[in-house]
């Protein structure tokens, strides 16, 4: 079915976007890693009240190379990576197999930021893994099969935090990871007090 712009294209551009509003970015004050600018944020991110902020899209890629995407919850953060889990036998699980490079993608509303984070994938070790799974719930515990549940880390060469400003002058904070550092920039509004 065609849709030559007709009242679904009207409607969808008449809803609002970028309504949130954004707390103080202060450039000389911003951390120069990703995973403490990312606990910063998402911290910032609950005391606005945004709900579930550790929800996230993740995208991979299947063995044709072409890109999928689901909802997953973000099960932690640090020098390793950005930890995620589920069953190894899920489409997820062969696409990582078969490539194991991954995407990220957060989205709080309330604050107008979202932050992406892409990498190669990395399995985490059997302790990680159980210890991942003992913290489910009995009933989450229970529709997985032995052995099946699996944690992986992306370990990034890219995280971009995106704040939205009023003017449309979006902020962007990128950092690169360049011979085993990282190598920040930032542009857009956050850039002018600098
Ligand atoms: C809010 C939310 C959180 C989810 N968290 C997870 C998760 O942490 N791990 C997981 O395997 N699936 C999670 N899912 C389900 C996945 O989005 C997906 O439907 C499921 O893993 C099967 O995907 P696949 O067959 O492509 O692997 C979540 C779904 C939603 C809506």
Known sequence: MTDPFDATTSWL??????TGTAPSLDP???????????RTWIAEAVDAG?????????????????????????KGVDDRGWAFAGPRSSRKGAQLTAHPVAALNFWWQPVVRAVRVRGRVEEASAEDTAAD???????ARAGVAPGDWKLWRVRPVRVEFWQGEEDRRHSRIVFVRSGGT???????RAADAM
């Open 13 to 18: 551009r008449s809803q609002p976007s970028l």
């Open 133 to 139: 799974l003992a913290a489910r719930s009995p009933a």
């Open 50 to 74: 945004v709900a579930e902020p550790h929800t996230m899209t993740l995208a991979t890629l299947d063995a044709d190379g072409i890109p999928d995407a689901s909802t997953l919850i973000l």
């Open 182 to 188: 990282w190598a920040r920039s930032i542009s857009g």
């Open 28 to 38: 000389a004050t911003l951390d120069d890693d990703p995973v403490l600018l990312f």
